[in-house]
């Protein structure tokens, strides 16, 4: 058996699961496509390209078209026949069009199998459909659509939330400081876990202030943002609000419940 050749071919064969998956972890999910063992790849690629394979294999002969087997199966063994090229290179532009027709339809497929998914809250009721970023369902506040979540909004939903407030417990050279603030973003390490949090309209106070009688205990700090490294972070409370209009037309922010 030729390796290279072998390879090559199993690559091909590997690929529409490698582009499924690829349209598959995309935007808040995408870190997840890089983070993963070798054979947590290798069976997260392989199941899909099979299903596709299969699906491609019986739905091109619709369209007048035949995958003949004993090529590839000739291709495989340690002699190959001449024809066998020659029936390939005859055939080449219907290769052409075969693979590029599958990996779009592997890409699609991917993209609005997240899509679906992700519309009907599937990866919030079943934790086998969850992708592993927790840090989005917490900064989302969609971990209080999970079945076993701690906290059950009664009244609202998270889709309700407008903003989140953040305390974050900071150790500096100066000590140990509080800062507070609205959240604007983050950024993942490449170990899926919180590498940056960004607030904005953030103030400060140092904790020990807690326990003085200074008038004023915070400082606000001038600026748009605020990025925090989390490996400085001893912990983060998360308050989620969301914005209600007083019968005098005034905007006021209510937790939600």
Do not use: C
Request: proline share 3%; no cysteine; hydrophobic share 40%.
């Amino acid at each position: 058996m030729n390796v290279a050749l072998s390879t090559f071919l199993l690559f091909i064969f590997l690929l529409p699961g490698i582009v499924f998956r690829r349209f598959y972890y995309t935007e808040q999910f995408s870190k997840e496509y890089f983070k993963q063992t070798f054979w947590e790849v290798f069976l997260s690629t392989l199941i899909p390209s099979l299903i596709i394979q299969i699906i491609w294999f019986f739905l091109v002969q619709l369209f007048g078209y035949k995958v003949d087997l004993l090529i590839i199966g000739n291709l495989l063994s340690e002699n190959p026949q001449p024809s066998t090229f020659e029936n390939l290179q005859n055939n080449s532009l219907e290769i052409l069009v075969y693979h590029l027709t599958i990996f779009t339809f592997s890409s699609l497929t991917g993209y609005y199998l997240k899509y679906f998914i992700r519309n009907n809250k599937l990866d919030r009721k079943y934790k086998l459909l969850r992708f592993k970023n927790n840090w989005h369902y917490i900064l989302s506040g969609e971990f209080f659509d999970f079945p076993k979540s701690s906290y059950d909004l009664t009244k609202d939903k998270p889709e309700k939330i407008d903003y989140i407030f953040i305390d974050a417990l900071v150790q500096t050279k100066e000590g140990t400081i509080i800062y507070e603030g609205i959240f604007f973003g983050y950024e993942l390490s490449d170990k899926l876990g919180l590498d940056t949090i960004t607030l904005r309209e953030v103030r400060r106070r140092k904790l020990q202030d807690d326990y003085s009688n200074k008038k004023s205990k915070y400082y606000h700090i001038p600026g748009h943002i605020l990025v925090l490294k989390y490996s400085e972070i001893i912990n983060l409370n998360f308050s989620y609000y969301k914005l209600d209009i007083t019968q005098d037309n005034k905007v006021v922010p209510v937790l939600i419940e």
